[in-house]
């Protein structure tokens, strides 16, 4: 969904809420994987400094994760472009529901981000519920195409990644540039970049070490390792 069409058409919006109302109950039932506990407990093991996510499904904080940043927000977040009230998004299927009692359509497959695939017909008789608070649009707090990163978030990443001494890049081609600005930055600090990934991203050429591989296969061994080391070395005396 582009954000200016969003915008622009009440039309748009309600294609947008039916398909994102139908496709909630799947997308928000998902389960963290032995790649998110994996990252949850290398944090807590002192190995990563901080997350940064291009996800929107919360599930690194579900895993156990503290530090993390949401790079492109959150779907179990809803936004008011009115009064920018923050509200939760099983609220609003609550609502949307009792908005739509009798109104009913049958999912065509899932798409990543929560939403699933209706016709036009099937949609034309939904009712998209306004803010509470004062009337005005709802829209999930997370960024569409055609939005931006919030400048501060962008800041504070970039403020975490020269804490940090190395780059570590999961399941992601960092094909678009908020994203990638990262990897770029830290290539510019010097610091060793790693990617753990199947296929190429763009950040290959600045990589210290590329492997291609399954998440949930390395990263649990990279607990193992780490716990490993943490145990070899001699306590003081």
């Known amino acids: 969904m582009q954000f200016s069409d969003f915008l622009k058409s009440a039309a748009n919006r309600r294609r947008y809420w039916a398909r994102n109302y139908v496709g ?53 977040r809803v936004i008011c472009l009115g009064c920018n009230q923050l509200s939760s998004r099983h609220d609003l299927q609550v609502r949307i529901k009792e908005l739509n009692p009798t109104w009913e359509a049958t999912a065509s497959g899932h798409a990543p981000d929560g939403d699933t695939f209706l016709t036009d ?21 997370v960024v569409f195409f055609g939005d931006s990163v919030p400048k501060e978030l962008v800041n ?34 010097n610091k060793h970049i790693a990617i753990l990934n199947i296929g190429v991203t763009r950040a290959d050429k600045l990589a210290s070490i590329k492997l291609s591989a399954i998440a949930g296969d390395v990263l649990p061994r990279l607990v193992s ?9 001699p306590k003081e005396t």
């Open 156 to 189: 504070f990443i970039h403020e975490r990644l020269l804490e940090s001494d190395s780059l570590l890049i999961v399941g992601s081609s960092v094909e678009v540039y908020s994203s990638y600005r990262y990897a770029h930055a830290a290539w510019q600090q």
């Open 121 to 141: 017909e099937e949609v034309q008789d939904f009712n998209v519920p306004p803010c509470a608070n004062c009337g005005g649009i709802l829209k999930p707090q």
């Open 24 to 76: 909630w109950e799947e997308f928000s039932s998902r389960q963290p994987n032995e790649g998110h506990f994996a990252l949850a407990t290398l944090e807590k093991l002192g190995k990563v400094h901080w997350l940064v996510t291009q996800n929107v499904d919360a599930l690194h904080s579900r895993a156990g994760s503290q530090r993390v940043s949401e790079l492109h927000g959150s779907a179990h």
């Open 225 to 233: 390792l780490s716990v490993g080391s943490k145990k070899s070395v």
